[in-house]
């Protein structure tokens, strides 16, 4: 290439930021682009026939998402902060590699570290249904290395449409075995907490986060009414999230998830998360695909592990009548 060819490249290169790049690599004309997002952290809006979403490439968090003519089926926090170094309130944070509290040190960051790093996008594409499905992944660098000894790949894998499909696989690139939680922390957007139902987990034993993580079998299906933090394990099966107030469910199906965490603050714990605003904690319930607890995962080297969550939304009959 001639001389002046490379410079005026060389000059595209420099003026282009990190977004437009992005954009022009990856972005799909009327389909889906990326953009800068709240606090000019990169987005990816798609708005395809089957359902529109929104992904922050910070954290590989969904932001937003709703099939073509239904509502917003996630919960976002109007105070969330939009900050590298603090976790998007809403959506649906990835939790890895660990859950909670770090059990040996409890100054690393809660829910581990992948919520708050950019994510690499690796693809974005359309598929024949109308869907849209991008792949992002985030591995190891020195500065992982430092709060966990281990070389990892985590590929993720959202596609929005009329579903809301998410892959998470994880690929133990080390020489020794590497153990790991993991949770797809959905918060899922409800007309009113109180009159709400989380069907699928009756009979299923449960530690309870409020009450020194003791075990306890669910009585019925799950109502809120009152702080509810749960994980329920060998808990595979798909759950309902009933919502008369918006006259809808919202259904969760999970596939190589043995956990499923449930949680509401309820007011008096909501009041202490200055990312949440008055009285939102009625306007959401997380349920959340993981392997956590007894269900973390054991890797070999070179060996790999997909955990795949789909939401979908559908009606409740005579409802509002
Ligand atoms: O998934 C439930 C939970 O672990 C709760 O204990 C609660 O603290 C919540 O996650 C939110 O955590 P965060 O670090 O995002 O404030």
């Excluded at 998470?168 to 020489?175: A, D, K, S, Y």
């Excluded at 790991?180 to 987990?201: C, I, K, M, N, S």
């Excluded at 299906?221 to 919502?243: F, K, M, P, Q």
Aim: proline share 4%.
């Amino acid at each position: 290439m001639g001389r002046g060819g490379s410079t005026r490249i060389g000059l595209r290169m420099d003026t282009l930021s990190h977004i437009d790049a992005l954009n022009a690599r990856y972005g799909i004309p009327g389909v889906a682009q990326i953009v800068r997002g709240n606090g000019g952290l990169p987005l990816v809006r798609v708005t395809s026939p089957a359902g529109s979403a929104e992904v922050s490439l910070y954290g590989a968090q969904v932001t937003k998402w709703k099939p073509a003519g239904a509502e917003e089926v996630l919960f976002l926090s109007e105070k969330s902060y939009w900050e590298v170094g603090r976790a998007i309130r809403g959506g649906i944070p990835v939790c890895f590699p660990w859950f909670g509290d770090k059990a040996d040190d409890a100054k690393a960051p809660k829910h581990g570290f992948v919520r708050t790093r950019e994510w690499r996008l690796d693809s974005l594409s359309a598929l024949d249904d109308g869907s849209v499905t991008l792949l992002c992944i985030t591995e190891n660098d020195a500065n992982t290395r430092v709060l966990w000894p281990h070389e990892y790949c985590v590929a993720y894998r959202i596609t929005a449409g009329a579903k809301l499909r998410l892959e998470l696989t994880v690929i133990n690139r080390g020489r020794s075995p590497m153990r790991f939680e993991e949770a797809l922390h959905t918060y899922l957007r409800v007309g009113r907490v109180q009159d709400v139902t989380v069907a699928g987990l009756a009979g299923t034993a449960y530690l309870d986060k409020t009450d020194r993580f003791v075990e306890k079998a669910q009585a019925g299906e799950i109502t809120i009414t009152r702080e509810t933090d749960r994980i329920y394990l060998n808990a595979s099966g798909a759950i309902e999230v009933v919502d008369p107030a918006r006259g809808r469910t919202i259904r969760i199906e999970k596939v190589n998830s043995e956990a499923t965490v449930v949680w509401n603050p309820w007011r008096e714990q909501a009041a202490k998360i200055g990312d949440l605003g008055n009285d939102e904690w009625q306007d959401m319930v997380c349920v959340e695909g993981s392997n956590v607890q007894s269900a973390a995962i054991q890797l070999d080297p070179g060996e790999e592990h997909t955990m795949r969550v789909t939401l979908s939304t559908g009606t409740i009959a005579n409802a509002g009548s």
